[in-house]
């Protein structure tokens, strides 16, 4: 009886390890993943911040730079392959719970099911576009047009405005609590701090601030862009990524806010990459 018992425990303990080692391994897949593309957007928004860029700064334009790189087939598979991971990562918050003292309350479980969604269909796009069976954005083109028609689908249904102002809000909100975690150094909580040096914690903290500040303020402007669109009731004003980005250049301090936020944008990148590393999963 014991001895089933003993068993029984070795084999349950097991099984734990094995899903929090691929639980793990997804994890750090998938930002490694999502650390390509910020660095690759914020590379595309410089070039156009200095007046040589050719492709939009968007997902898109970071798939198709890719494209043309060296063995770019397979980094976009191997891209693919780890968004898929993040997808499953944030699957996995949702059954088992997240890390830290309220990983298993429901608001954490929430977030997680968002991200997922979130994930999942941006894995479904990269992975579509590497074989060469949908657009880079999903089946809306460019994330501008997407926005626009996304958009105007939305404004004709009854209370429409409404829910594009609503869900405007939310997404401005979202950046400004993006924002301002960044600058007060949250992501530390979820670091494997004493495994890190004193410099390069310094180093991570740079990456973490000026990059959580440039993707809360982008995420912020794309809201505004979505309340406008609502409260004139016209949906060329709701702007996708890069529209949103090209628009910090039509302010007073011209392209060199673009330019700012672009290096946030790959500040963000980098981010993303030592969260791969150092991060508590």
């Known amino acids: 009886m014991n001895g089933s018992l003993t068993a029984g425990s070795g084999q349950s303990a097991i099984g734990r390890s094995a899903r929090g080692s691929a639980t793990e391994g997804a994890a750090r897949a998938g930002l490694a993943a999502r650390g390509v593309i910020y660095l690759m957007v914020g590379a595309l928004a410089l070039q156009i911040a200095f007046g040589n860029g050719k492709r939009q700064a968007d997902r898109g334009g970071a798939l198709e730079e890719l494209a043309d790189k060296p063995f770019g087939a397979a980094m976009l598979w191997a891209l693919g392959i780890g968004l898929v991971c993040m997808a499953l990562w944030r699957l996995s918050e949702i059954v088992f719970g997240s890390v830290g003292p309220k990983g298993r309350s429901a608001k954490k479980r929430l977030l997680a099911g968002a991200r997922f969604v979130f994930y999942a269909f941006v894995a479904y796009s990269v992975l579509s576009f590497a074989a060469g069976t949908g657009s880079s954005n999903g089946s809306g083109g460019s994330s ?34 993006i924002g301002a975690r960044a600058v007060m150094r949250h992501y530390r909580d979820k670091l494997k701090l004493s495994e890190m040096s004193q410099r ?10 000026g990059g959580g500040a440039a993707r809360g303020l982008v995420f912020a402007a794309a809201g505004a862009f979505a309340v406008r669109a609502a409260v004139d009731y016209q949906p060329d004003k709701a702007k996708g990524l890069d529209d949103t980005l090209r628009s910090f250049a039509d302010t007073p301090l011209g392209p060199w806010l673009l330019a700012l936020v672009a290096a946030g944008l790959v500040l963000f990148g980098l981010f993303s990459f030592a969260m791969a590393r150092w991060r508590r999963v």
Not at 149 to 173: C, E, N, R, S, Y
Not at 200 to 209: E, K
């Open 200 to 209: 390069m914690r310094q180093m991570v903290d740079v990456t973490g601030v």
């Open 144 to 177: 501008d047009k997407q926005s626009k028609d996304v958009t105007a689908k939305v404004l004709d249904l009854p209370g429409g405005q409404w829910i594009v102002g609503l869900a405007g809000v939310g997404i401005a909100i979202a950046g400004l609590w």
